[in-house]
């Protein structure tokens, strides 16, 4: 994922982005420190996705990615505040009610999925908090997990 990313990079032509994170990483103490949380909370889901077809839990871990963007939407509304209209709410409704039928006729809720539902929000608000180039925070991330 590492070459990937810096491949990217280059493609791109965000090398001024990667490095500007970078700079911005030896002036600022908190980006220094929430750039590793975040490659941890990431960290902690790309291995998730490896492990779980390696150990017959993948159902688990794909009903997780289905309660996601639900969960994302309350972060939104209760931790951004954000209004959703009319509309937005009966489409939330409409997942939430997909999701419930696939958690009811396959009972696979169990830990993978909560580590996937709950996992990825605080990942993305300190993404937002850290307000870099995503693929130059991604790639710093994905290096710091190399070692």
Known sequence: TAPGALALIALRGRWPALVGLARRCARDWRLLIALPV??????????????????????????????????????????????????????????????????????????????????????FVLRRRINADSLAAFAIEIALLCP
Do not use: I, K, N
Request: glycine share 6%.
């Open 38 to 123: 975040s490659a941890a909370l990431l960290g902690v889901q790309l291995w998730l996705f490896l492990w779980a077809p390696l150990h017959g839990r993948m159902l688990e871990v794909s009903l997780g990615y289905f309660l996601l963007p639900l969960t994302m939407v309350l972060v939104g509304r209760f931790y951004y505040h954000e209004r959703l209209d009319p509309l937005q709410w009966a489409a939330v409704a409409c997942a939430a009610l997909g999701v419930a039928h696939e958690v009811w006729v396959t009972r696979a809720f169990a830990w993978p999925t909560l580590v996937v539902a709950l996992g990825y929000p605080p990942y």
